[in-house]
């Protein structure tokens, strides 16, 4: 798998890497993903890992030790934990390490709306995403910009911070 990011890295359309433990059967916190960490660490690409609080292989709180081995490893933590506890658990680590992003499309399935998590989770670790082709991404889109969020929390949320999560800008100013 190194090999094929290795060749595709360059590319002006690659954002990183998805794992998705527990359809891989691999926890997040064992050392087989090790190599993958330290390989997109050394680069800063960032990896989207799907995380589900109620799911062994996918809780986010098992990112804890991964993050003491690999503190600077961007990371964006897929739906939030998908679980209210879930999401509290992602925001603490979004907390402690300065490389740790939030996918507000967890949102959806905790039923924590976006004022809400704003109040509580650092404003540039909200990255907005869809989990398409599952939902439609209109929901998410639509949860972000009606909500009483400013503007410019609401362009970081859509835009800003993902690309400061990339080291790059996607969007023409």
């Not at 360059?10 to 433990?21: A, C, E, L, R």
């Not at 090790?34 to 050394?42: F, R, T, V």
């Not at 960032?46 to 996918?58: A, R």
């Not at 939902?135 to 929390?153: E, F, K, Q, T, Y």
Request: hydrophobic residues 40%.
């Amino acid at each position: 798998m190194l090999r094929q990011i290795d060749a595709y890295r360059t590319n002006p359309i690659f954002i990183g890497v998805k794992i998705h433990p527990r359809e891989a059967k691999v926890s997040i916190d064992t050392d087989g993903y090790d190599p993958l960490y330290a390989y997109c660490e050394e680069r800063g690409i960032l990896i989207l890992c799907h995380t589900w609080e109620t799911e062994k292989e996918n809780n986010p709180a098992s990112f804890a030790p991964v993050l003491k081995r690999f503190p600077k490893l961007k990371l964006l933590l897929g739906h939030m934990g998908g679980t209210y506890q879930g999401c509290l658990s992602s925001i603490e680590l979004a907390k402690q390490y300065e490389n740790v992003y939030l996918d507000i499309n967890g949102s959806l399935y905790s039923q924590i709306w976006i004022e809400e998590l704003a109040k509580f989770a650092p404003h540039e670790k909200l990255i907005f995403s869809t989990d398409q082709a599952f939902n439609d991404p209109r929901i998410i889109v639509g949860r972000v910009l009606l909500s009483d969020l400013d503007d410019a929390l609401k362009r970081r949320i859509l835009c800003e911070n993902f690309e400061a999560a990339l080291g790059r800008t996607l969007l023409p100013a």
